[in-house]
């Protein structure tokens, strides 16, 4: 993994911004009720954002163990969503759903994020393109402690309601 990810949350801790200086989390992420799963937002730059989870047994997927670390992909995924989302809004432009195409190397240091965890989940962009596919190096930690780390695909389609019709159309005719 990236050095970079590393460099970029350190030199950006979540105590240096107010939290009244950062956009709710809810304006960023296009999802709807209980499937936001982020708590809030810890910083967002140009190239890179944070974003923070306190895992309870009222937690979406909370099993007697805690979170499968599995849902930590989408955990990263909506950290990067809410980075799509800043940067959208800083052009002027409206917040876009995005889609997870995949990661490659995720790698869970635990089976479970324990009950009582606060987890800060780090976005840092690697390579985006002009065609809406992005990659990002993106952690999961509690404190110091490293829990999981990928490197996260995504695509944000120009058009999304064009994109979802030809998928649509082109379903049809399979």
């Excluded at 240096?16 to 809810?26: G, N, Q």
């Excluded at 909506?78 to 409206?94: C, E, F, L, M, S």
């Excluded at 490659?104 to 009950?115: I, T, V």
Aim: proline fraction near 5%.
């Amino acid at each position: 993994m990236s050095e970079a990810i590393n460099n970029a949350m350190d030199s950006h801790p979540a105590t240096t911004t107010p939290d009244s200086a950062l956009p709710d989390i809810h304006s960023l992420v296009p999802h709807s009720g209980s499937m936001l799963l982020l708590d809030r937002l810890l910083h967002v730059d140009s190239e890179s954002a944070s974003a923070e989870v306190c895992i309870t047994p009222d937690t979406l997927f909370a099993s007697d163990e805690g979170v499968g670390s599995w849902v930590g992909i989408e955990y990263m995924a909506q950290t990067i969503a809410a980075y799509g989302g800043h940067q959208a809004r800083q052009a002027g432009r409206p917040v876009k759903i995005g889609f997870l195409l995949g990661s490659r190397r995720y790698e869970a240091m635990c089976g479970h994020f324990a009950f009582g965890s606060v987890l800060q989940i780090g976005a840092v962009r690697a390579l985006q393109g002009e065609n809406g596919l992005g990659a990002f190096e993106c952690t999961i930690r509690d404190g110091d402690q490293l829990l999981a780390k990928a490197t996260v695909t995504v695509f944000q389609p120009p058009n999304v309601d064009e994109f979802l019709q030809e998928i649509a159309i082109k379903g049809e005719y399979e």
